[in-house]
């Protein structure tokens, strides 16, 4: 199975600050690596996909990139409708697996 | 509008079973793999296990932790996705999702996203 270790498994952080989440694989997945946001008592939300790729009507301060083993979730701009629970997914091989998920609280 | 609507959750002994129905709407439901995300309480996200289409022999993939307890079916004509839960036991507590798997290409080929999720239903298995 693949190992999808998120990083930091929490952090705090203001409005308008910048952050980043990172993920990093056991194996190479390719790109084949899906974000997703979950707010509390919600089902997640898929933000980017293909590492990359921003869903449809996603805003435009989330960025993905990385490729094989480690990858990055990029806030440019934290507002507080993201203060969230975020996962990662491969998507490369069976059984499917997603990082342990990283919670961003107001410092 | 894209609608999952997840049902049959409910409070139920060790060693029984269940089984969970998802409703589907507004897509094409026959042309699309299906899967079941869980959650146990305070946990992260658990991938249980993928149905994929009649032009793909409904064939289905599960996690380690539920095969041979667990099983995925679909009616094409309903629109409905299930999971059947037997040998039920406590650490299968969670909240299940349904969710729509979207398959597009990647650098190393077919990949896959959960584009839709239902809202979740809770399963307790306790004594």
């Known amino acids: 199975d693949i190992q999808m270790t998120q990083s930091p498994s929490s952090l705090s952080a203001s409005v308008g600050d910048r952050v980043t989440i990172t993920c990093r694989a056991s194996q190479s997945v390719n790109n084949n690596l899906n974000w997703y946001q979950q707010k509390p008592g919600k089902a997640p939300n898929l933000l980017v996909y293909?590492?990359?790729s921003l869903q449809s009507g996603v805003p435009s301060r989330f960025s993905g990139s990385g490729s094989g083993t480690d990858f990055t979730l990029t806030i440019s701009s934290l507002q507080p409708e993201d203060f969230a629970t975020y996962y990662c997914?491969?998507?490369?091989?069976?059984?499917?697996?997603f990082g342990g998920g990283t919670k961003v609280e107001i410092k | 509008e894209v609608q999952l609507v997840e049902s049959g959750g409910g409070l139920v002994q060790p060693g029984g079973s269940l089984r969970l129905s998802c409703a589907a709407s507004g897509f094409s439901f026959s042309d699309h793999y299906m899967d079941w995300v869980r959650q146990a309480p305070g946990k992260g996200l658990e991938w249980v296990g993928r149905i994929k289409t009649k032009g793909d022999s409904y064939i289905t993939e599960y996690a380690a932790s539920v095969r041979g307890r667990l099983t995925i079916s679909r009616d094409d004509s309903r629109n409905s996705l299930y999971l059947q839960m037997n040998s039920l036991k406590t650490e299968d507590t969670a909240v299940y999702y349904c969710?729509?798997?979207?398959?597009?290409?990647?650098?190393?080929?077919?990949?896959?996203?959960?584009?839709?999720w239902g809202r979740g239903i809770l399963v307790t298995v306790s004594s």
């Open positions: 969710a729509r798997a979207f398959l597009g290409y990647c650098s190393g080929g077919r990949c896959s996203n959960f584009d839709y």
């Open positions: 293909a590492a990359s």
């Open positions: 997914q491969q998507s490369y091989s069976f059984p499917l697996t």
